[in-house]
């Protein structure tokens, strides 16, 4: 008997693990497109960039509020910011909300283009 509470508590944890473990790798993933997109981003407007972190977002299933969404361009460095929130499976039946955090600053080798 003691064997088997210790076997399920051991699938309780491995589940929760598990679960925690892909959110976070879709998680990282999309922090990685981001930096790639704001260090490549070229003569890309602020606006552009954010339509391309909303549309990684969305390829991911990630609910990005796109009110709570900035991209900043100063010079040569790129900072976006966000803010979204995952339901997470802990063990069948017992759902935690786990925020995610995303900021994100890259540099470019130009400055931003000049505006006339």
Same mark, same amino acid.
């Given at each position: ?8 508590? $051991?699938?309780? /944890? ?5 679960? /925690? ?9 999309? $922090? #990685? ?8 981003? !070229? %003569?890309?407007? %602020? ?5 391309? /972190?909303? =549309?990684?977002? @969305?390829?991911? #299933? $990630?609910?990005? #509020? ?5 991209? *900043?361009? /100063? =010079?040569? *460095?790129?900072?976006? %910011? @966000? ?5 997470? =499976?802990?063990?069948? !039946? ?20 000049? *505006?006339?």
């Amino acid at each position: 008997m003691k064997t088997l509470v210790k076997l399920a508590l $051991l699938a309780i /944890v491995a589940n929760a693990t598990w679960h /925690v473990f892909t959110v976070y790798s879709a998680h990282w993933k999309f $922090l #990685d497109s981001i930096q790639y997109a704001a260090q490549f981003r !070229g %003569d890309k407007t %602020d606006e552009q960039i954010r339509q391309e /972190v909303l =549309e990684l977002a @969305s390829q991911a #299933d $990630l609910p990005i #509020d796109e009110s709570q969404l900035t991209v *900043r361009r /100063v =010079e040569t *460095r790129t900072t976006v %910011d @966000s803010a979204y929130t995952r339901v997470i =499976e802990l063990f069948p !039946g017992f759902t935690y909300p786990w925020p995610f955090k995303v900021h994100v600053e890259a540099y470019t080798t130009a400055p931003a283009p000049a *505006r006339h």
